[in-house]
T-cell receptor
Framework: DAGVTQSPTHLIKTRGQQVTLRCSPK?????VSWYQQALGQGPQFIFQYYEEEERQRGNFPDRFSGHQFPNYSSELNVNALLLGDSALYLCASSPGLAGAWDNEQFFGPGTRLTVL | AQKITQTQPGMFVQEKEAVTLDCTYDTSDPSYGLFWYKQPSSGEMIFLIY??????QNATEGRYSLNFQKARKSANLVISASQLGDSAMYFCAMRDTDKLIFGTGTRLQVFP
């Protein structure tokens, strides 16, 4: 049973470019959350997708957008990249609504984005 | 607002010894959940242990136990019989509706 998978593993972009990161949730999970982890910090919540809709959003600008597909996989898009967007981007999957996943929010290996 | 505080940037422990990693939290919600994750240098966040605010007993998972002191709002992770493979970053987190709020982490180094 595959866990949460993310692609690509590493990515290098230049300022102003756009990037798309991908995540496939753990089998049986239908909710995907994205987190940004800057160097030396804890992960920060970006947004969450459930039933193909953005259900909750953290304090991130509109340059960060996402999508969830019918098979529950998800994409994170970042437009007009800034140097400060360099970070590890983590995807987490869980089964459904809060309270049902307390022991089951699992993270993928992350995508390390470097913006030059 | 909910907040997680980890005051130990780094900890050292000798192999086979026990170590406690500190975590305090702040919330006004009567119902909440607390988590510990391990993050090796590879980057993946590995779930270790969970404690619900209404759980009567401290959570345990193998060599990991959570010392939950509700009145003091602390949820310290205890690792018994440390192993070299335990060297990693450790994050305490709290559930806030459908998302997790993380602390800044503690880097644990286990030496022979």
């Amino acid at each position: 049973d595959a866990g949460v998978t993310q692609s690509p593993t590493h990515l290098i972009k230049t300022r102003g470019q756009q990037v798309t990161l991908r995540c496939s949730p753990k089998s049986g999970h239908d909710t995907v959350s994205w987190y940004q982890q800057a160097l030396g910090q804890g992960p920060q919540f970006i947004f969450q997708y459930y039933e193909e809709e953005e259900r909750q959003r953290g304090n991130f600008p509109d340059r960060f957008s996402g999508h969830q597909f019918p098979n529950y996989s998800s994409e994170l898009n970042v437009n007009a990249l800034l140097l400060g967007d360099s970070a590890l981007y983590l995807c987490a999957s869980s089964p459904g609504l809060a309270g049902a996943w307390d022991n089951e929010q699992f993270f993928g290996p992350g995508t390390r984005l470097t913006v030059l | 607002a909910q907040k997680i505080t980890q005051t130990q940037p780094g900890m050292f422990v000798q192999e086979k010894e026990a170590v406690t990693l500190d975590c305090t939290y702040d919330t006004s919600d009567p119902s909440y959940g607390l988590f510990w994750y391990k993050q090796p240098s590879s980057g993946e966040m590995i779930f270790l242990i969970y404690q619900g605010s209404y759980d009567q007993q401290n959570a345990t998972e193998g060599r990991y136990s959570l010392n939950f002191q509700k009145a003091r709002k602390s949820a310290n992770l205890v690792i018994s019989a440390s192993q070299l493979g335990d060297s990693a970053m450790y994050f305490c987190a709290m559930r806030d509706t459908d998302k997790l709020i993380f602390g800044t982490g503690t880097r644990l180094q286990v030496f022979p």
